[in-house]
């Protein structure tokens, strides 16, 4: 199965367990999504699969990896973990391929502490994933236990314990009633951001294009190391001692220890995906968070770039 090296472990972890083998393909620098013609490259007669990693929640190149999907007769995947909410040629992820998968985990857009969401529009698959989710039981235990239902059950599959609770649902439903409103304010942080942060010495990733609505999970920017006399660790060092702070989406799977030694990975493999583990930095954005804590976050990134300018 095909997928991007920038991204979390959990995306290539379950290409492992299904005894398949992750094959990288390097991402596109302006989007740090997937590059369609690495995909491309990559694709042979033993490939199953594409997973697609709306990274950050800047949809993929979707038309593209669906044509090749079409000639290959590959299936698609997409891991939206990032993505809820955002949308793709007027089409909302998660309506688009066979099957999308977002996270609900506590960092996420939404949220249910733990836990996520697999949409598909085919409704075979639909009742597939149910009986896998619990136990591989033909039918759900709340029905088993209904005044209708009785205490029978038939186990037709080895199954897993991969349901959502009902008090997580419960949090997720209210969670969901706000989701809009949400990523709406998450998209004027993200406008902010892009006018305070014009002229910079960084490639800004906020994903802005006429056909692509972004969920603005994380905005990222990429330094421009060159003209700068500090690691881009350095620089989130020094906006940590100022309050302000920062993260690093993703250190490229391919220079973990467990995916170079198991497959031999070399850093110069995915070159792209090598320079943003190297540059990029991710700013706070929450819907809570205030103009002013965002006119912070710009004006403290400014005054280190300043600092450390070459
Ligand atoms: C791109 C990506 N895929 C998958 C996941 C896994 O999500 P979860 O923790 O809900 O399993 C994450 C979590 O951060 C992620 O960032």
Known sequence: MITTPYTFAATANTIIHTGARPVFA????????????EIAARITERTK???????????????????????????????AAHALGASYGGKMIGSISPFTAFSFYA?????????????????????M???????????????????EGHSYYEVVVP????????????????QLGRESQMRERRSEIAAMYGSMLAGLPLARIDGSRDDREPAHHLYVVVLDLDSLSVSRDQVAQAME?????????????????????????????????LKAADAALSLPIYPSMSDDDAAVAATVLKS???RFSS
């Open 26 to 37: 390097d991402i596109d620098p302006a989007s740090l999504n997937i590059d369609p013609e």
């Open 49 to 79: 699969a594409v997973i697609p990693v709306h990274f950050g929640g800047i949809p993929c190149d979707m038309d593209r990896i669906g044509s090749l999907a079409t000639e290959y007769g590959l299936t698609v995947i997409e891991d």
């Open 107 to 127: 960092t996420k857009n939404i949220t249910t502490g733990e836990g996520g969401m697999l949409t598909t529009n085919d409704s075979e698959l639909a009742d």
């Open 129 to 147: 994933v149910r009986v896998l989710s619990l136990h591989g039981m033909s039918s759900d235990a709340w029905k088993r236990y209904s005044r």
């Open 159 to 174: 199954g897993f314990k991969y349901n959502m609770f009902d008090i997580q649902a419960a949090i997720g439903c209210v």
């Open 241 to 273: 001692s100022l309050n302000v702070g920062v993260s690093v989406h993703f250190r490229s799977l391919h220079l973990h220890p467990y995916y170079r030694e198991t497959f031999g990975f070399a850093p110069g493999d995915f070159p792209n995906a």
């Open 304 to 306: 280190v770039l300043e």
